[in-house]
Each structure stands twice: as structure tokens, then as C-alpha cells.
């Protein structure tokens, strides 16, 4: 997933998800990830979630990242009635890779980080955002005010 200087996001398509149980991918941020926009800089990029209708600053969930001091800070960033929180789950190592799921419940959704799909290492966060059984898929998105200052890429295989 490549997210060009000058945008917020890659071209992508809107894609319902219907009874999904869990989202996962394996994510690998390169050292086009680093990145320097002063004052903004602690601002939360989103990375992949699922948003509810009728819109996801309604309800919805993501995995947030940012870039400080050497590191991808991986963040939860979600709505839940129309309130928006965020809270830092764990640092990421540039260049190596993890394994980053969305577990999808009903009035729940857990954000699950590992270094491997035998959950080593294994970070959990439990979150009450309010689901339905159909929403849509949430993709990268850089910025909240800021586009991206250089082209970035994140390695990203669905699960």
C-alpha cells in the first residue's frame, strides 16, 4: 500500500463487510514511514478498521499509527456514539513485520498485535465500540489536517 506525497490516501474502493468476525492482516512499515511534520506530528494516521453506518465517526474501529522517536507507535483509534478516543497499544519496529487483527464483536472489538501468526509476543486491547453485523472496511489514511509529506509505503497482507 503506497500512500503518495501530497494525499491522504490511496485510490481504493468501498467494500461492506457483512458478519465479518475478524479482520487481520500482516503489516510491515518501511523506512518511508518516518517522517517529520512539526507541530501535527501527534497526530494518529489510520492504518485499516471497520467503520458502522450510517458513518464512522459514529461508530467504528481502527488500528492508528504515528511516527516518533525511532518508531511506528501503533495506536486503537475509534468513535463510539459519536465520540472519538484513541490510546497507544504498543511500539513497532521499522521494517519488521506483525501480525495486526480486528476481532469483531457486537458491542466489543479487540485490537490484537503479535511478531508472528502464533501469537508470540501478543498485545491485546479491548475496546466498547457498538457494532452491526454490516459495515465497511476502513483503509490507510494518512493525516488527520496533513497529507503525506513524502510518498510512504506500508506492507500490508490481508490474513
Given at each position: 500500500m503506497r500512500i503518495k506525497k501530497?494525499?491522504?490516501?490511496?485510490?481504493?474502493?468501498?467494500?461492506?463487510?457483512?458478519?465479518?468476525?475478524?479482520?487481520?492482516y500482516?503489516?510491515?512499515?518501511?523506512?518511508?514511514?518516518?517522517?517529520?511534520i512539526g507541530s501535527d506530528q501527534s497526530d494518529v494516521n489510520k492504518l485499516f478498521g471497520m467503520g458502522y453506518f450510517p458513518h464512522h465517526h459514529k461508530n467504528s474501529i481502527r488500528f492508528g499509527w504515528r511516527y516518533s522517536h525511532g518508531?511506528?507507535?501503533?495506536?486503537?483509534?475509534?468513535?463510539?456514539?459519536?465520540?472519538?478516543?484513541?490510546d497507544t497499544i504498543r511500539d513497532l519496529e521499522i521494517g519488521k513485520p506483525y501480525i495486526l487483527k480486528l476481532h469483531?464483536?457486537?458491542?466489543?472489538?479487540?485490537?490484537t498485535v503479535s511478531e508472528s501468526l502464533d501469537m508470540k509476543n501478543t498485545t491485546s486491547l479491548n475496546l466498547p465500540v457498538?457494532?452491526?453485523?454490516?459495515?465497511?472496511?476502513?483503509?490507510?489514511?494518512?493525516?488527520?489536517?496533513?497529507t503525506?509529506?513524502?510518498?510512504?509505503?506500508?506492507?500490508?497482507?490481508?490474513?
Open positions: 501530497g494525499t491522504h490516501a490511496p485510490v481504493r474502493l468501498p467494500r461492506i463487510l457483512i458478519g465479518s468476525s475478524m479482520i487481520g500482516r503489516v510491515t512499515f518501511t523506512e518511508s514511514c518516518r517522517y517529520d518508531v511506528i507507535e501503533l495506536m486503537a483509534y475509534w468513535y463510539h456514539n459519536g465520540h472519538r478516543y484513541f469483531v464483536l457486537r458491542d466489543w472489538h479487540t485490537l457498538s457494532g452491526k453485523n454490516i459495515g465497511y472496511l476502513l483503509s490507510c489514511y494518512f493525516g488527520g489536517n496533513r503525506a509529506p513524502h510518498d510512504m509505503e506500508i506492507r500490508m497482507e490481508r490474513l
